[in-house]
């Protein structure tokens, strides 16, 4: 599967305008590969129009990235008038959002292109999928395409790669030997993999550094057989401020918070107390906490969250009697 395959589905179509879309609050990976695609895309058929977008604009992160340079999302692309349409680092149409029914209802050619397993209902809705999940991310596959093509990258391209490379792959932590060399041939081609490394850890704003502080201060600790339970509310920045509890030596943390009105409870484990007890924050505890507060709940293995309207110190009560419950059950 190359490029090959979409140079001639936009060359059977005449395409002369074509869209490239990344999944909402897209990544630093959507970004990147959308970005280096249009560059190649262009290069290989000069009188291509391209335009690139997210779903509803990209993460905070993503935000940042393009703040220093020199390339700039199309706010509203047109997808009606697109001769095609590729999106990348997505792999099913509900994460386009609002844009789902818009690029649903197209006639034209949807190529899908990213490194997750195919979804079946968008390999029914696609014209062609190009899928590796050996890839270590999308950047990835796009960098395939300009060794297939033997198009040399510009600057700003490699540096996008490299940026989705390493974010998709925190930093090279899960990086394999094929990734690593790819990560060498971008930092040969003028990347300075210190300077954009850097620009993936976002600056703490003020108000996410008070709440952080503040939720540490406020602090209630318990312990249950040999793992260390913390409780601690603050009026924003939940979930950041859960992390912080967790690195600061907790092996679960929760975070509660009132804001207009409704309470929100945001909660994290860390992985080797996951790996010790089996406990699914999401399924064990978020979402039994959601239904006791009159809310929902639900989330990963070692990071979930409920919002519901309830008496939050009850609620925390009620957090660690489940949490008490499952780990003597142990
Ligand atoms: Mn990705």
Redesign the pocket.
């Known amino acids: 599967m190359s490029i090959k395959e979409i140079t001639a589905i936009l060359d059977q179509t005449n395409a002369r305008h074509i869209v490239l879309l990344g999944h909402h609050n897209a990544?630093p990976?959507?970004i990147g590969?959308a970005f280096a695609l249009a560059g190649l895309l262009q290069r290989l058929r000069p009188r291509l129009k391209v335009e690139v977008a997210a779903a509803e604009g990209p993460s905070r992160l993503s935000k940042h990235l393009l703040s220093v340079m020199p390339i700039k999302l199309t706010r509203e692309p047109h997808i009606e008038e697109a001769d095609a349409i590729i999106l990348l680092?997505t792999n099913t149409t509900q994460q386009l959002n609002n844009w789902r029914v818009r690029v649903e209802a197209s006639k034209s050619p949807i190529i899908v292109i990213?490194?997750?397993a195919n979804h079946p209902e968008m390999e029914r809705q696609a014209t062609l999928c190009i899928s590796n999940e050996n890839a270590s991310?999308?950047?990835e596959i796009i960098y395939s395409f300009f060794m297939d093509m033997n198009v040399r990258f510009t600057k700003t391209e490699a540096k996008l790669l490299f940026l989705?490379i390493a974010?998709?792959t925190r930093h090279f932590i899960l990086a394999n030997s094929t990734t690593l060399k790819i990560a060498a041939d971008l930092i040969d081609s003028g990347v300075n993999a210190q300077e954009a490394l850097s620009l993936l850890s976002l600056p703490m704003e003020e108000s996410e550094r008070i709440a952080r502080l503040k939720a540490s201060k406020r602090v209630k600790l318990l312990k249950v057989g040999e793992w260390i339970v913390v409780f601690s509310r603050v009026g924003a920045y939940q979930a950041s401020a859960a992390r912080a509890l967790i690195s600061l030596g907790a092996h679960v943390a929760i975070v509660a918070g009132i804001k207009s009105g409704s309470l929100r409870i945001s909660m994290r484990s860390s992985q080797d107390f996951y790996n010790a007890t089996g406990m699914h924050l999401g399924r064990e505890l978020a979402k039994p906490l959601g239904k006791y507060i009159n809310g929902k709940g639900g989330g990963h293995a070692i990071s979930a969250g409920a919002n519901g309207i309830w008496d939050l110190e009850a609620c925390l009560e009620y957090a660690a009697r489940l949490l008490k419950h499952r780990l003597k059950n142990n």
């Open positions: 990544d990976d959507a590969a680092d990213d490194h997750h991310s999308t950047c989705g974010f998709d």
